[in-house]
Every structure is written in C-alpha cells, then in structure tokens.
C-alpha cells in the first residue's frame, strides 16, 4: 500500500499567531513534499482553491516546483476542480509536469466541495455536475493522444485537434469523490481510479461505496483499479502530544469552515469522538495510525492512503515531523 500526504496550502491564522503570507506558505509546501520524498513516502498532493485562507489556486505550478527538488514522489492534484476548468489546459499544465518530472504527475479530478471557482470563471452551479460529466469526457478523449473533434454544452467545439505537449506515458487520472455513489459508478463504469476523502464519520461505513466501485468497474469490462483514502490526521510520539498539538488548530478551521455551512462549532468531544478507534481522524502514535490505516485497508481494500495533516495552519516544523514519522514509523507498519 502507497503512503502519501495532500495539502490545501492553509494559510490561516493560528491560535495567536498571525496567517503565514502566501509566499511563506507555499515555499513550506514545497518543502513539505522533498520531506515526504526523504521519508520514503510515494506521493504528494495539493488541492485546488480560489479563496483567500488557501494558498493555492494552480496545483501545477506548485508541483512543478516541487518536482525541481524531488526525484521520485509522485505529484499529484487533490483535486483538480475540473468542473470550472478548461480540460484543454488542465491537460496542458499536468502533461507538462509530467515530462518535467519525468513521468511522476498524476490528475485527481473532482467537482469540488467549496463553489468559489464557479462564479469566478463564469459557471452556474446548476450546472454543476453535467459541467464535471462533460469536461471529464473530454479530458480523457484529450489525453488518448489522437486528434480530437468535440462538442458540448460549455466549451467551444474542437475539430482534428492535438493539443500538446504530449506525454511519454499516459497520464493518470484518478476521480476524487466525496461519498456521491453517482460519482463512484461513473468512475468505475469509466475504469478510472479512485480517491475518496473520508472527513467524517466511521471509515467502515464506506465500504459499501468501495464495492459498488468494484462492481461498476467488472460492468465496464475493466480489470481492478487503485482505490486511495484521503483523510485527515496527525502523528506524534505519543498520543498526548498529538491530540495538544493537532486539536487547536484543526478545532478552529472545522468552527470556520462550520459557520459557512451552517454547522455547530466542533468541540473536544466531537474531536475525541473522530479519533476514536472507529472514527475518521488518525490522531495518535505511529501505531496508533498504522492501525487505523491497516483496518481501512481492510475494510475498504485501499491500495493508497494520503494523510492531509494541515487542516488549520500548524507550526510548519510539527508538520514536518508528522510526515516523517509517516513515512519512517507508520508505513513499516501499516505497509
């Protein structure tokens, strides 16, 4: 089983401390990704937002940055929103990351949680899942490598066109869902692999979302595809450290991300209940993680698993040693 980590590029204020500048934050990712690389972990991800607590609105060009210090981490999206995006270029950006660094890019499309993107690029959230349908068809015709002639409902028709450049290989996109069986279906249905963010809940209880994927995946005819988790967590030497250092700052933006979406604020027992053995935070030892990450793998037959440790602005070097006990304690165990 691949072990990786996923970022927003946070950039939010800390608890009495000042939200890090945009440069700081993403020279920090960057750093954070030759640290995964150092610690034998096979990808790293940065997701996609338009909005002013993420520093981060072109994972490509972060990546790229990325792949100019690392040599042989996988780089990834997480997610690319495609569905306010032009495929074209979404192909353009990550095939010349790809043969930058040397066939490690990889695309993790999704429709996005957060609709800051629509309206900035003219889309109307109504359209909002015949919009992901449309470019993802499209995508994939573009990375075929014949010249493509297309029409749709949202972007001006394509007629014999190549769009370069090419990759060596080809490129891999993955679909990121949320829990939406729609979404799941239609990547098995389109042989594609999956990611599934799991932010919330009992892991377990996705199981039945990982079977219909397999089952969509033996109707389209496909052979078995890689099925990822992307949840959220934090590694420390012992659990008290864990839950002192990670608590604050992943307390303060769920209570922020809460009131835009009309949630109550998050509490220490919720908190609590979420790292339980059952739940979805991976907050604890390196074993205590291993064994959350070896029962998903159980339950849900994953074949990777990203932690996303940044969920509030947290002290860059605790960040760091998270990832480094992830990859030198946690994945001898887990793998």
Do not use: C
Request: no cysteine.
């Amino acid at each position: 089983m691949e072990l990786g980590i996923t970022t927003f590029a946070e950039a939010y204020a800390g608890n009495g401390s000042a939200a890090p500048t945009y440069g700081v934050r993403l020279r920090q990712v960057v750093e954070e990704a030759v640290v995964a690389e150092a610690a034998g972990l096979a990808v790293y991800g940065v997701g996609e937002h338009h909005r002013a607590d993420f520093a981060a609105s072109a994972p490509a060009v972060v990546l790229a940055a990325a792949a100019g210090k690392t040599s042989s981490i996988a780089l990834t999206s997480a997610v690319t929103v495609l569905s306010s995006d032009d495929p074209v270029r979404v192909y353009q950006q990550f095939a010349t990351l790809d043969l930058i660094s040397s066939g490690r890019a990889e695309i993790i499309a999704g429709r996005g949680s957060f609709t800051e993107s629509f309206p900035l690029f003219g889309y109307d959230l109504g359209d909002y899942d015949d919009l992901f349908v449309e470019k993802l068809q499209l995508l994939l015709e573009l990375r075929s490598g014949n010249p493509v002639t297309w029409n749709g409902q949202f972007r001006a028709p394509l007629k014999d066109q190549m769009v370069y450049p090419r990759t060596e290989r080809e490129l891999p996109v993955w679909i990121g869902v949320g829990g939406n069986p729609e979404s799941v279906i239609r990547a098995g249905l389109l042989g594609l692999p999956l990611a599934i963010a799991i932010i919330g809940g009992e892991p377990a209880r996705f199981a039945p979302l990982a079977d219909l994927y397999r089952r969509a995946l033996a109707e389209g005819g496909h052979e078995p595809k890689p099925i990822a988790v992307h949840a959220h967590g934090y590694i420390a030497e012992s659990e008290e450290r864990a839950v002192e250092d990670f608590y604050p700052s992943y307390a303060m933006a769920m209570t922020k991300l809460g009131r835009e979406r009309g949630w109550g604020p998050m509490t220490r027992a919720q908190f609590d209940g979420l790292r339980s053995p059952h739940g979805s935070l991976l907050v604890g030892t390196p074993e205590q993680v291993a064994d959350k990450i070896s029962a998903m793998q159980t339950s849900l037959g994953i074949d990777r698993f990203m932690l996303h440790v940044s969920v509030g602005t947290m002290p860059h070097d605790q960040v760091l040693g998270s990832i480094e006990l992830l990859g030198n304690k946690v994945a001898p165990l887990a793998g």
